[in-house]
């Protein structure tokens, strides 16, 4: 005889890492970071045609510090990314990075030494969302696998194991003359 037929109807089992994952997943907070086209596309998203608060994301938050999920939207100069860095920073954990578009994701058509070829090269990122610029539906397709991935994410010290590695391998992406700039 199965534990589930020894408990009466309607008892729920579920674990620590579950619930908690299910309630980070519901509560995103995103932080705008629109730097070209892409941007339009983002603020779209929050309008009533696509609506993100069916997610929890109806506010955009204008502060770092109450935002876990960043949001680039478009091409980063090398003169924003200590600023884009800095933002990161600022944000408390557990934060979340999402590259929109070809620009923020690999530098897009600007092969130049301006632009940053790839914000991975300034803050870890979690979602790359392809495209020039991404559809409203796309956006929200990717935040939805990012949803799924933080429900599925580990807590406590393998959590914490798993940013530190991932931010170790951002950073060492960066030449070294410009990690002067991004560190504080």
């Not at 020039?132 to 929200?140: D, N, T």
Request: hydrophobic content about 45%.
């Amino acid at each position: 005889m199965g534990l589930e037929e020894k408990l009466p109807s309607g008892v729920l089992l579920t674990t620590v890492e579950g619930v908690a994952g299910y309630m980070r997943k519901a509560s995103f907070w995103p932080a705008t970071f629109g730097l070209a086209c892409c941007a339009i596309e983002m603020m779209t998203t929050g309008g009533p045609k696509y609506d993100l608060a069916r997610f929890g994301m109806e506010v955009f938050r204008a502060s770092p510090r109450q935002a876990d999920l960043m949001i680039v939207a478009g091409r980063v100069s090398q003169k924003m990314a200590p600023v884009l860095r800095q933002i990161y920073d600022q944000m408390p954990d557990p934060k979340w990075v999402l590259a929109m578009g070809v620009c923020a994701s690999s530098g897009g058509m600007f092969n130049n030494y301006a632009v940053v070829q790839g914000v991975d090269h300034v803050v870890p990122v979690d979602m790359y969302l392809p495209g020039c610029p991404p559809r409203p539906e796309m956006l929200i397709d990717a935040i939805l696998k990012l949803h799924d991935q933080v429900q599925h994410k580990p807590l406590g010290s393998n959590g914490r194991k798993a940013i530190e590695t991932r931010e170790a391998a951002a950073l060492s992406a960066v030449p070294t003359s410009q990690l002067k700039g991004l560190m504080r």
